[in-house]
């Protein structure tokens, strides 16, 4: 795997300041600049510490299996979190195919490409504590199981889906597949209570598998489901979550046009699963600081 010499500190005046990269440029011959060729992860960093590593680690290679790229040592991945000093931290991964091969044909002995990015980050902790509102997106997933639960390059869908709204006060907007189920929000995993009960959505067709919703599946009861969105206006409470983000409740669901479709009050639910995915992360429970 090819991990260029790493540079303290450096800075790069189109990313964001705080950030740090892996030193030198994308090839234009890129696979992964080229074709979506490749496979990334996005983790929190606490005081130098990966959160969930294991659980990105395992995607990262499950993905690199699917993709037929070999996936880097550990110590590789690992390197750049020598630059993270105290406090939270976001570091992205970049994998790909790197350069070769003949048009979509892919050569036949990849060599890699690892590249990532670090930069200082702060939660949004008033979407903790007063919910967000989100709205439906037109934009339907494509159906794809082999690369089903991948964080995968090719996100053009999600752009798309982005691009649907303007006002800042949408902080997501959620996403069908072709075939009128429920998926997940466009950077987000979804879920929601119903009766009682904890569902999420079934992700054997397309969208991705957070390492979040992984582990918080392993720890609380929560079902896999087949469903359209209406499930959403028979739901108690529902949520969003991510490794990065933490848990945000939903106070206000719109439709594709911006019109109020449901409001939940929030209450001791909410603050129930939004407890569990914090602690994983570090989080503090709203309301106790």
Not at 71 to 94: C, F, I, Q, R, Y
Not at 139 to 164: C, D, T, Y
């Amino acid at each position: 795997v090819e991990l260029l010499r790493l540079r303290r500190h450096q800075r790069h005046p189109d990313l964001l300041p705080g950030v740090s990269e892996a030193a030198g440029a994308w090839p234009l011959d890129d696979r992964g600049a080229a074709y979506g060729d490749g496979l990334f992860e996005t983790l929190l960093v606490r005081d130098g510490r990966p959160l969930l590593w294991d659980e990105h680690l395992a995607r990262l290679a499950r993905g690199c299996h699917v993709l037929g790229i070999p996936m880097p040592a550990e110590h590789d991945l690992a390197a750049p979190l020598a630059e993270a000093g105290e406090g939270l931290a976001v570091l992205k991964l970049t994998l790909t195919r790197g350069s070769g091969g003949r048009g979509y044909w892919p050569p036949a002995s990849p060599e890699p490409r690892l590249r990532w990015q670090l930069a200082a980050f702060a939660p949004q902790a008033s979407r903790w504590e007063e919910g967000v509102r989100v709205r439906h997106c037109r934009l339907r997933l494509g159906i794809q199981p082999l690369l089903a639960g991948l964080k995968h390059l090719n996100r053009l869908e999600n752009v798309l889906a982005r691009a649907e709204w303007s006002d800042d006060a949408i902080a997501e907007g959620l996403l069908c597949d072709s075939e009128g189920r429920l998926v997940e929000a466009t950077a987000m995993n979804l879920f929601w209570q119903r009766n009682g009960r904890l569902e999420t959505p079934r992700l054997e067709r397309c969208g991705v598998a957070g390492t979040l919703r992984e582990v918080l599946m392993e720890r609380l009861a929560i079902v896999e489901v087949d469903v359209g969105p209406e499930v959403l206006m028979e739901a108690e409470a529902a949520w969003l979550a991510n490794s990065v983000q933490g848990a945000w409740p939903l106070a206000r669901l719109d439709d594709a046009d911006g019109e109020p479709a449901r409001r939940w009050s929030l209450g001791p639910r909410h603050l129930a699963f939004q407890a569990e995915a914090h602690r994983l992360l570090g989080y503090p429970l709203p309301g106790s600081s």
